[in-house]
């Protein structure tokens, strides 16, 4: 990892605070410690609590949180983590009353014995932050325990629109880049013309097309977007006109071959809020399956880009169309927010819903930048990291910008 070893650092050297939290036990169980990760609440079986001066938390739900693997061995009391980190593994061992730990075979003390309290193994926080490179920060006005989870290699989507041209240097950071440069008209036509989502002009020697090739011989994944919301119908109108479907559905798939693309991001938006929720759900699996079957006959991957399960917009089944799709991407800023980061509530609960319709290594977790700060931005990609998330999706270039390119760095492994 790229900032392991800063991160290394700063727990070594802010966790020495933590020995000394100034807090007895019985303030702790009464709930006056809190632990956030990545800005965030973290939800534990126990509350965390105080022995000695050390504060003592609950081993399982930080370590799955940050994607180690736990195992119990019943019979010698022994707790076995292990994080996978590239390619490599490193393990780290506890037995239960004792202060010998073992790390990769070796000898490593501990302030305070790993406890069982109501059936969940404690542990010292300061030592787990050690060991893991989670960043640890002591808060006394608030009471609360702040963790930063290490540098994570995840997969990542960049949308780029017209108006990101002067952001294109970001592009071979990213796995893929998804084009904005198509929609489905008010007359539910596919087409690269119009006032938006349209076709770019030429600026000087670079080209539309040249940007495309730059990007797949850069190895980052080229998509074709197409974009549409549905306010004039025009979804309604090519999801019950089974010939314009067809016609649609191939346009998209030899425009995308065509133009040199790998793969087609679909943002068809607004579907279900008024009228049949489950006619409209059927009709678009329709679609997809439709325009599945071209894609992949064409070699071209499909992402879908949809509204929350929480969000308004009821009309988009995520079980079929994962299956029908290479991934999805929760598009989670589609809230009624007026200003300001989306809240992470309503985020933590659409990657939750999604969890229960598809597996995780389908779900890519959408951050729209226009809204984040480069505080805010990490407590997305964190919670894309908490439940380990096939990756996350930034709208947009353009909108990056410095701060939050620095933040994003230190939060994610880009390619």
């Known amino acids: 990892m790229k900032v392991l070893g800063k991160l290394l ?9 933590l020995s000394a939290i100034p807090l007895s036990a019985t303030q702790a169980a009464a709930g006056k410690v809190s632990i956030l990760l990545d800005g965030y609440a973290l939800p ?5 609590t105080v022995m000695k001066g050390t504060t003592m938390v609950p081993f399982r739900a930080i370590s799955e949180a940050l994607g180690i693997q736990v195992t119990w061995n019943q019979k010698e009391q022994k707790i076995i983590a292990t994080k996978q980190s590239d390619g490599a593994a490193k393990q780290v061992v506890l037995t239960i009353g004792s202060k010998n730990a073992l790390v990769d075979g070796q000898a490593a003390p501990l302030s305070i014995a790993p406890q069982t309290i109501q059936n969940s193994t404690m542990i010292p926080l ?20 702040s963790i930063t989870s290490p540098q994570k290699d995840m997969y990542t989507m960049g949308f780029y629109a017209l108006s990101s041209f002067d952001e294109r240097a970001y592009i071979p950071s990213f796995d893929s880049i998804s084009f904005g440069w198509s929609r489905i008209d008010t007359n539910g036509q596919f087409t690269v013309q119009g006032k938006e989502y349209k076709w770019p002009q030429a600026a000087g020697d ?5 940007i495309i ?16 919301v549905d306010s004039s119908l025009e979804l309604t109108k090519n999801l019950e006109d089974t010939a314009l479907q067809e016609s649609t559905t191939s ?9 040199g693309f790998k793969g087609i991001a679909l943002d068809l938006e607004g579907l279900g809020l008024t009228g049949d929720k489950n006619k409209v759900k059927t009709e678009y699996n329709a679609f997809i399956k439709n325009l599945s079957t071209k894609a992949r006959q064409a070699g071209l991957k499909l992402t879908l880009v949809l509204h929350p399960l929480n969000s308004s917009y009821s009309g988009y089944d995520y079980k079929i169309l994962s299956s029908l799709a290479d991934d999805l991407v929760i598009m989670a800023y589609a809230f ?51 439940y380990d998330l096939k990756g996350v999706a930034f ?10 390119w620095a933040q994003i760095n230190q939060s994610i492994e880009m390619k």
């Open 9 to 17: 650092l700063s727990s070594v050297i802010l966790a020495g605070s």
């Open 44 to 48: 534990f079986p126990v509350q965390p």
């Open 126 to 145: 300061s030592f787990f932050s050690q060991q893991f490179g989670a960043a640890v920060a002591w808060d006394q006005t608030t009471q609360t325990v």
């Open 206 to 210: 670079v080209t539309p097309e040249s």
């Open 213 to 228: 090739q730059d990007a797949a011989q850069q190895g980052t994944s080229p998509y074709l977007m197409v974009y549409s």
């Open 251 to 259: 346009q998209i798939v030899a425009t995308a071959s065509e133009k």
């Open 336 to 386: 009624e927010q007026e200003k300001g980061p989306e809240p992470l509530n309503k985020v933590d609960e659409a990657i939750r819903l999604a969890l229960k319709e598809t597996n995780k290594d389908k779900l890519i977790l959408g951050i729209s930048l226009g809204s984040e700060n480069a505080t805010s931005v990490n407590s997305k990609i964190g919670l894309a990291k908490r």
């Open 395 to 404: 709208w947009r270039l353009g909108l990056i910008g410095q701060p939050a």
